[in-house]
């Protein structure tokens, strides 16, 4: 029996932590004019909590992409999503708005025993390029283990 290792596919943050970083600068000089009696400096508090969200949403445990034999595990915010290859008809690149993102829809038969979230049936990742791809990479490596043929480059 041979084992097939996973592939992970992390996104990155570049400008989210630049932004986290400059609203925690920004939070903690705001807070240091509290004991001053600045009334500005009761406006750090919300700003700071802003930088801790968005330094928890950059975590490298946050956001991934683990592409696994039997299916796709989607995770956002530290909530997972497992969808089984058999269960998915196609990727394909797709936009919503100005992002571009890899859409995929659910078999016939998936849809009778699971009631889709959207209702037009499609399901998207979003963002795909966070993970260091274009839309049709990203859909072109999921569609690649889709059909077992299984690229470990991400």
Sequence with gaps: MELTPNLTIRPTYRKEL???????VLGVVSIALIPVGHILGWLGLPIFA??????????????????TPEGLVARQCFRSTFYKWSEVTEFAPGNIGDF???VFN???????????R?????????????YGHSAESLAEILNSWRLGVHRLDP
């Design 18 to 24: 630049a932004f986290a970083g400059a609203l925690a």
């Design 50 to 67: 802003l930088a801790i969200f968005l330094f928890a949403y950059a975590l490298p445990s946050s956001s991934c992409l683990t592409l």
């Design 100 to 102: 571009d993102v890899v």
């Design 106 to 116: 659910f078999t016939e038969e998936h849809q009778l025993h699971r009631r889709s």
């Design 118 to 130: 959207r209702p037009s049936g499609t399901q998207y990742i979003v963002g795909a390029h966070r």
